[in-house]
């Protein structure tokens, strides 16, 4: 089945650690992006890639870094973990870069740091 | 600054109908979207407006003023499974989407 496909589904992580969430399309999609989504709060931007080689940072991107070495791929990583940062993490993508298109989700990453 | 301001929360009953209001202050603008998200899913597509006026799809519309900075999603013949939280997207000038934190919406028979 095509689409977004995220890893892990869920992790608990103590503060400090480092931690990476995985994000594969299989839509040749050209753009990617990582949201973070808070209770009471909008997704919020983290970064984006308009094509593979290419990132760039979104509204809160402290803390956090992604690299795109192909077309498939947008891992984020966490250099070390802090509280705030306990969240539901969604990777999306898009075919064109530039939102006037439809953003298609992966199921999420609960990410809980203690 | 930005800002995409939408209800907390409504309640409607099966059957019946149901509006949700947007309203939004943005940089620009390059579009509004809504979307639909089940608790613990991923964020789905409803609608895409550009241009002022209705966009039907179903039993679900949307609608667009661009003068007046306000959009509003119209579900009809509501069903169980619209239970669902409802958001609102605004792509700005950097073709950015600037994010309401959702409209949760509760169906009771």
């Known amino acids: 089945i095509a689409g977004i496909t995220q890893a892990p589904t869920s992790q608990i992580l103590a503060a400090g650690r480092r931690m990476t969430l995985r994000c594969t399309q299989d839509?040749?999609?050209?753009?990617m992006y990582w949201y973070r989504q808070d209770l009471g709060l909008g997704l919020r931007l983290i970064h984006y890639s308009n094509t593979a080689g290419t990132t760039g940072k979104g509204e809160v991107p402290d803390g956090y870094s992604v690299s795109r070495a192909n077309t498939d791929d947008f891992p984020l990583t966490l250099a070390s973990a802090v509280p705030s940062q306990t969240s539901v993490y969604f990777c999306?993508?898009?075919?064109?870069?530039?939102?006037?298109?439809?953003?298609?989700f992966g199921e999420g990453s609960r990410l809980t740091v203690l | 600054g930005q800002n995409i301001d939408q209800p907390t929360e409504m309640t409607a009953t099966e059957g019946a109908i149901v509006q949700i209001n947007c309203t939004y202050q943005?940089?620009?603008?390059?579009?509004l979207f809504w979307y639909q998200q089940h608790a613990g899913e991923a964020p789905t597509f409803l609608s895409y407006?550009?241009l002022d006026g209705l966009e039907e799809k179903g039993r679900f519309s949307s609608f667009l003023s661009r003068s007046k900075g306000y959009s509003y999603l119209l579900l009809k013949e509501l069903q169980m499974k619209d239970s669902a939280s409802y958001l609102c997207?605004?792509?700005?000038?950097?073709?950015?989407?600037?994010w309401g934190a959702g409209t949760k919406l509760i169906i009771k028979p």
């Open positions: 839509m040749r999609h050209n753009a």
């Open positions: 997207a605004v792509s700005d000038s950097n073709y950015q989407l600037i």
């Open positions: 407006n550009v």
């Open positions: 999306a993508s898009s075919d064109v870069a530039g939102v006037t298109g439809e953003l298609f």
């Open positions: 943005t940089s620009g603008f390059n579009g």
